[in-house]
């Protein structure tokens, strides 16, 4: 029941940061802003979802989860660096 509960928790709290860092894509000013909020709402979101979901699965299951969000917050970090510097080669242009 409790493991239940956490979980359910997790996922929604994952859920919640997805839709936040959504929002922040469409909201904020400038496209720093906008790529700052999108990879921490998705790091932040993705996190808590794979918690939830460890309650479900078995060890190895588990590993394979751990891997892949740790693989998507290198790849974040990665892209989220390339596209800023572009917007910055971009408004040095213009």
Known sequence: ?????????LLL???LFF?????AMLRFPDSYS??????KADSLGLGSIIAGLMFYC???QNLLMLLIWLLVLASGTVSCQLLAR???TKQDQA
Not at 1 to 9: D, R
Not at 19 to 23: C, L, N, P, R, Y
Not at 34 to 39: E, G, I, Q, S
């Open 1 to 9: 029941m409790i493991s239940t509960l956490l979980s359910s928790a």
């Open 13 to 15: 709290t994952g859920l």
């Open 19 to 23: 839709i936040a860092g959504s929002v």
């Open 34 to 39: 906008r790529l700052h909020a999108v990879t």
């Open 58 to 60: 078995n060890w190895w």
């Open 86 to 88: 572009f917007c910055k």
